[in-house]
């Protein structure tokens, strides 16, 4: 039997290639765009058109102007006018002028100078995090590097408190189920468990928010509600959109690219040597990363008009679905796609997305991923991955282990 658009596509749903989307990528990638939801779905996976698309003004981030998305909002609207909640998961999913004036607020605070201000504090944290796996012989990638870092920077910059992470870890985690194609149509007992954790999260930036108007400091949590208090530039409701944002974009992801980095370097022993007896190769390595294995595998916009992609029409109202992670190894721009070679110029990856949602954390999570990944390259003497521990989140979209052991002879002291 041939494989149609329609199998390969919702092959990818399936856990079990949670492991090995890439053949599937390449196989929509090869056949072009294609329709699904009669006609309401356009989905994409060469980098030319998703690129093209990312930077397209015609483009919305706004879900609300989706055909699809605007039946299973409308509650949340409503509750966001009665002024309870946030009306978004932020301004991700906003197009200007609201997304133009809440970027140029946050952005102060993500300028290149600030964050490499926070390489010591960065570095601090991972040898920290090392020193505690040196008795154990062991490391349990996730758990012990790659989530700790980035909640650490995140709440730390947020002025969010570090001990309350255990009460935003499943929160957060079930939100960006959100994120995975077609979850606007998904079952009612996702939608709900979406919305409850949007709910909780929302109550307790609420919360936070009162306490820290009593006790304003150097955080960008303090800045934000200065902002608000000072005039009309973000409400309440934006304050806490924003928050839940940053919060979440700031650490699922990276989480997902330090643990998809310690992989592809331990099945590329070549590559780790290589890296090991020339650290100059960290960035490099980070942006070979972020191409071979995406930790955001795709993003979506509405057509806010009829817009024609090889084959198909995607109507007003339609939804785009740009697979980023097929983008990433799309022959026309990646020689020989599916060798992880940190040494090649990496650096047209579409893992930030382009165009004026281009991910503010970027340089962020490049800094968070280099010192972590050069320190495992350095320090950790002769790891060896357990392959049989490897388990896969189930997410689709935020894709990255769940579990990854690596033991090792020794932890060198730097
Ligand atoms: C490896 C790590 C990361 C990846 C792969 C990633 C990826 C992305 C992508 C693909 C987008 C654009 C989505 C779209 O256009 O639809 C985005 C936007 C965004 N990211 Fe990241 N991100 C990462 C880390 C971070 C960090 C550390 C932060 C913050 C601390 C962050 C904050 C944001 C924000 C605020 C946006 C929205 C930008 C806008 O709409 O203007 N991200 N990210």
């Given at each position: 039997m041939t494989a149609t658009h329609q199998d390969e596509f919702e092959a990818l749903f399936d856990p079990a290639n949670r492991a090995h989307p890439y053949q599937l990528y390449a196989a929509l990638r090869e056949r072009g765009p294609f329709s699904r939801l009669n006609g309401l779905v356009g989905v994409v996976g060469d980098h030319d058109t998703c690129s093209r698309l990312l930077r397209d003004p015609s483009m919305s981030s706004d879900r609300m102007h989706s055909l699809i998305g605007r039946a299973n909002n409308s509650d949340a609207a409503a509750t966001a006018e009665e002024g309870k909640r946030a009306p978004t998961v932020g301004f991700l999913s906003m197009d200007p002028p609201d997304h133009t004036r809440l970027r140029r607020l946050v952005s102060k605070a993500f300028t290149a100078k600030v964050i490499a201000e926070l390489r010591p504090t960065i570095q601090g944290i991972v040898d920290e995090l090392v020193a505690g796996v040196v008795e154990d012989g062991r490391l349990d990638v996730v758990p012990q590097l790659a989530y700790p870092l980035p909640v650490r920077i995140i709440s730390g910059l947020l002025g969010v408190p570090i001990a309350d992470h255990h009460r935003f870890e499943d929160w957060s985690r079930r939100l960006v189920r959100g994120l995975d194609p077609m979850a606007a149509l998904g079952s009612k007992e996702e939608l709900a468990s979406i919305e409850s954790a949007r709910d909780d999260l929302s109550e307790y930036f609420f919360d936070l928010i009162a306490r820290r108007r009593a006790d304003l400091g150097e955080d960008l949590l303090s800045k934000l509600v200065l902002a608000e208090e000072q005039g009309d530039a973000l409400t309440e409701a934006e304050l806490v959109a924003t928050c839940i944002l940053l919060l979440v974009a700031g650490h699922e992801t990276t989480a997902n690219l330090i643990a998809n980095g310690v992989l592809a370097l331990l099945r590329h022993p070549d590559q780790l040597a290589a890296l090991r007896a020339n650290p100059a190769l960290i960035d490099g390595t980070v942006d070979e990363i972020l191409r071979y294995d995406s930790p955001v595998q795709l993003t979506t916009r509405v057509a806010t008009e009829p817009t024609t992609l090889g084959s198909i029409t995607v109507p007003t109202g339609g939804v785009v679905l740009m697979m980023l992670a097929a983008a990433n190894r799309d022959p026309a721009v990646f020689a020989d796609p599916d060798r992880f070679d940190?040494?090649?110029?990496?650096?047209?990856?579409?893992s930030f997305a382009a165009g004026a949602h281009f991910c503010l954390g970027a340089p962020l999570a490049r800094l968070e991923a280099s010192v972590a990944l050069s320190v495992f390259a350095r320090r950790i003497v002769n790891p060896v991955l357990a392959e049989d521990s490897l388990r896969y989140r189930e997410h689709i979209n935020l894709r990255g282990p769940e579990q990854l052991i690596v033991s090792f002879d020794q932890v060198l002291n730097s």
């Open positions: 940190i040494t090649r110029d990496a650096r047209k990856h579409l």
